[in-house]
């Protein structure tokens, strides 16, 4: 696939999948997205803070083969050099990682660099930066990560939206009951963790979220 070509799948099944070994109920990273594989998904990231190097890059590397497998892309959080050593689809950087156009140095244009983003100023200066796409939030309260920022809410999304000239990716804190007010904005993929890693049945929850967004955007 072109960069282009795996960047359309973030519209594909509009719902974009992270890795939380903490909060998926004594499953595994690779058990997990293989559920969210089989379901559909298309989009993973890999995001892994507390393990080793050396079993980063096996649990990594054995995604990357399933991700393969199923058509779908992986995208590593953080680790540039984990991305490139698993031959990764793209790296997700943060807006105190390293720089965007050091990175693309290092990966090429081929590979997909995406930006957190919570701010307007912070997404035009990504954007400009060089990124691919952007994830804008944390919407909603979330505690998926330890340094999180309080919710941007929504108007930070619909100023993402309007003025992005780079696919946008809502995240933080979206779960089943807020999902319809965000694809109201205009979203067309969003990013749920807990309410999916965490979920007794994934594929269940994947069919609903994907239920939900047919029904909205249905015309």
Known sequence: MTKKEKLNLLYETHIYCITAEEYSLGRSNIKVVKEMLEAGIKVIQYREKKKKGLYRYQEAKEIRKMTKDY??????????????????????????????????????????????????????????????????????????????????????????????TVPVVAIGG???????????????????VTEIVGAPDIKAKIKRLMEIWKEETKT
């Open 71 to 164: 058509g779908a892309i992986l995208i590593i959080d953080d680790y540039v050099d984990l991305a490139l050593l698993v031959e990764a689809d793209g790296v997700h950087l943060g807006h105190e990682d390293y720089p965007v156009s050091e990175v693309r140095k290092l990966v090429g244009e081929e590979m997909i660099i995406g930006g957190s983003t919570h701010w307007p100023h912070q997404m035009l200066e990504m954007i400009n930066s060089g990124v691919d796409y952007i994830g804008a939030g944390p919407i909603f309260e979330t505690h998926t990560k330890e340094d999180v920022i309080p919710p941007v809410g929504l108007e930070y999304l619909d100023f993402a939206l309007k003025n992005s």
């Open 174 to 192: 979206i779960k089943e009951h807020n999902l319809r007010e965000v694809i109201r904005r205009g979203a067309k993929c969003a990013c749920l």
